[in-house]
């Protein structure tokens, strides 16, 4: 009996890692062929352009301090510092496969398998490695080459029992499955920190490997967690509240964001990071670092946005051209409903006003440069973006992204360094004028540009209804 | 309203999907486009509402050229496929907004959704889901009824019997033909059901590899027959 036992075990086993092979050959397949060269030369830019900080940062902290001894020291620190801020990174950022698709599902597919599959591919998950990537040049730099591979190794240690930890939060429904998640990825913050303390006590390599041990420990807490929790995909959700009254093509606007929680997410927390850094880089007093975050924080919701204007509507384009519907109106709806969200994260720092001596006209000058400004220049992505997938859980997902929507990117920075260069060399009332100038000016011209834009849309309309159907 | 095609040709690449050297659909005529899957169908439908650009060629709808002059939508309705659709919108804040587009005031829209009651079932309005959250059949009905309701002069639908139950196939036929009769709507629609495009249609256009090869007056509904023999030919 206790032989048949084992035979049945040692086959379920093998059909498990026999299944675990074929979903990661499927996996590999969909990565191979939607890879398409373009998006990744795009991501690798942005990627090559933040490793460049890194490195830049790195060198400039080794001039100034020398590759100091006892350095390694840092590391477990650095890494406990992480587990929160990636985690809200990868909430943001990482989008996970946790429920098969419904032809795996009809298969004979365990779930163990899937299970294993999860944790595998976080091993290749490019958020899991991003962070510990960009670290790496501070670890080449200021440690000894005999501790650079291990100290890596406790950041991707870390990272991966965050990635584990979203795989499981994205999988989890309902907040009464999502809030365990958030609770231990709090308790292992502590355990992390208090144990990093321990640095100073312990010979460095015992300290490194026990660590590493925790990490293997919260990988496995969160791999038995996301084991645990069962999903079933069967909407019900309904509409909380009707919009009967609000049937204009500017309702629309406000409705799409209310109604897809990729773009509530977008457009309201990640704003709410550059605002909480406000509030705290006031502390260092009101320079161009402070000034550049008030701009980031003011500019966020609408920036998110209008990285893809008509990502939205690609979704029934047909729909709404077959209808007397006119662009014209569409792009004016949008530049009127961004310069509303700009509102909200203003108040939102007002109390820096008294808080840190914030001047309220710059303040104001601020909004009036964002939202008549730095938002017109957003509106041409009309020309090139893609359709965006409202419904799918992460903000950057590149479903939709072109290299010409990346490239075009980079005209965001021409706003940003208009201002601060403004807070850089003007006092603040002069730079309070010009900035609010700028700002009227660009209320004042937004009917020419939105018409140019709308004649210039639908010249190429064809083009861009293609581009929505892919 | 009269649908005037010249010359049209649409090429993907080498490939000649739509050659139609002259074709017109006076006003009023109810027209059924039949043809095998790739024969040109909604590729037509496509032209017609400016989604596509032809290769060669143009489109006229009341003298207006559809790619140069957006005086057709005020008069047209159509619904192809899903992308005509707003996910999350509701039903009823779908037709809202269709209202409001077309200038139909909400009392007018009541009036005219009451007609509709038949095809809903009671399962499209009152159940605050939103549209991405409905079965096919239900999407295709919203997508019919949102073409339909604003009594269009020209109303082109792109297989409406799709997903639908037979009571609501014989729904949605009985009331495009009304719209025909009761508007003077210029129908076009295309379906794989013959039994119901011949039952209404008084005229069917057959499709082949993106040409028309018959042009068949279905006035007594005596077409039937005769694409039967073709279908059963072509196999």
């Known amino acids: 009996m206790n032989e048949n036992v084992n035979v049945n075990v040692n086959e379920n086993e093998n059909e498990n890692i026999k299944m675990l092979k074929l979903l990661l050959r499927l996996w590999a397949d969909q990565k191979r062929r939607d890879f398409k060269w373009g998006r990744f030369l795009g991501e690798a830019y942005f990627f090559v352009l933040f490793m460049i900080v890194s490195c830049t940062v790195t060198f400039v902290i080794y001039e100034e301090t020398g590759a100091a001894e006892g350095m390694e020291m840092v590391i477990p620190f650095i890494a406990a510092g992480i587990i929160i801020p990636d985690f ?53 730099l ?39 998640v958030l609770v231990a990825m709090v308790i292992w913050q502590i355990i992390a920190l208090a144990y990093a303390m321990t640095v100073i006590v312990l010979p460095w390599w015992i300290h490194v490997a026990v660590f590493l041990l925790l990490c293997v420990g919260a990988v496995a807490v969160f791999y038995n967690y996301l084991c645990d929790l069962r999903r079933y995909d069967e909407s019900k959700a309904r509409a909380d509240r009707l919009f009967l009254g609000a049937s204009s093509l500017f309702s629309m606007e406000y409705i799409s964001v209310l109604r897809s929680k990729r773009l509530r997410v977008a457009t309201f927390i990640l704003p709410l990071v550059f605002i909480f850094n406000c509030y705290t880089q006031h502390i260092n007093g009101l320079n161009v670092m402070f000034y550049l975050m008030l701009m980031f924080a003011v500019f966020a919701p609408s920036m998110m946005l209008g990285q893809w204007v008509f990502g939205i509507e690609g979704n029934y384009f047909d729909g709404l051209w077959t209808k007397p519907v006119s662009i014209r109106e569409i792009l004016g709806n949008k530049f009127r409903f961004y310069a509303l969200l700009n509102i909200a994260p203003t108040l939102l720092v007002m109390p820096l006003i008294w808080i840190a001596g914030l001047s309220p006209w710059l303040l104001a000058a601020t909004w009036l440069f964002t939202a008549g400004f730095a938002n017109l220049t957003l509106m041409p992505t009309a020309l090139i973006s893609s359709r965006i997938e409202l419904f799918q859980s992460a903000f950057f997902n590149y479903q939709g992204a072109s290299m010409a929507v990346n490239v075009y990117g980079l005209v965001v920075i021409v706003p940003l360094a208009i201002y601060c260069l403004c807070t850089w060399l003007l006092s603040p009332v002069v730079c309070a004028i010009v900035l609010a100038a700028i700002g009227i000016a660009g209320f004042a011209l937004y009917q020419v540009v939105i018409g140019w834009l709308s004649r210039a849309y639908e010249r190429r309309r064809y083009t861009c209804f293609e581009r929505y159907r892919q | 309203m009269e649908i005037k095609i010249k010359d049209l040709v649409k090429q993907y690449g080498k490939n000649t999907v739509l050659d139609i050297p002259e074709l017109t659909i006076n006003s009023g005529e109810l027209v059924g486009l039949v043809g095998n899957n790739g024969a040109g169908k909604t590729t037509l439908m496509r032209l017609m509402l400016d989604l596509i650009e032809a290769t060669e060629g143009y489109i006229e709808t009341d003298g207006h050229r559809v790619n140069e002059d957006v005086a057709w939508k005020a008069f047209t309705g159509s619904f192809i496929d899903g992308r005509f659709l707003i996910d999350f919108y509701t039903p009823e804040e779908y037709f809202a907004f269709i209202a409001r587009a077309y200038g139909i005031d909400k009392d007018s829209l009541d009036r005219r959704l009451e007609q509709y009651r038949p095809l809903m079932h009671d399962e499209i309005l009152g159940t605050r889901k939103y549209l991405r959250q409905f079965s096919e059949g239900n999407r295709q009905k919203t997508g019919i009824i949102g073409a339909m309701l604003v009594h269009p002069k020209v109303l082109i639908l792109d297989e409406p019997f799709n997903y639908l139950d037979p009571t609501s196939q014989i729904t949605v036929a009985r009331l495009i033909r009304e719209m025909n009769l009761q508007f003077g709507t210029t129908v076009i629609i295309s379906s794989h059901n013959l039994s119901f495009v011949s039952e209404i249609s008084t005229r069917i256009l057959l499709l082949e590899k993106g040409r028309i090869i018959k042009d068949l007056d279905n006035l007594d509904s005596n077409a039937t027959q005769e694409l039967e023999e073709y279908f059963n030919t072509a196999e």
């Open chain 1, 88 to 140: 809200i990174n990868k909430l943001l950022m990482k989008h996970d496969e946790t429920v098969m698709d419904h032809y795996l599902k009809s298969k004979p597919i365990p779930e163990r398998s899937w299970n294993r599959f999860l944790l595998v591919t976080n091993l290749f998950s490019f958020w899991n490695w991003a962070i510990p990537v960009l670290l790496l040049p501070f670890c080449v």
């Open chain 1, 142 to 180: 200021f440690l000894k080459w005999q501790l650079v591979l291990p100290s890596f190794l406790l950041l991707m240690g870390v990272s991966l029992a965050g990635g584990v930890a979203i795989t499981a939060f994205c999988r989890a429904r309902g907040w009464t499955n999502k809030w365990p």
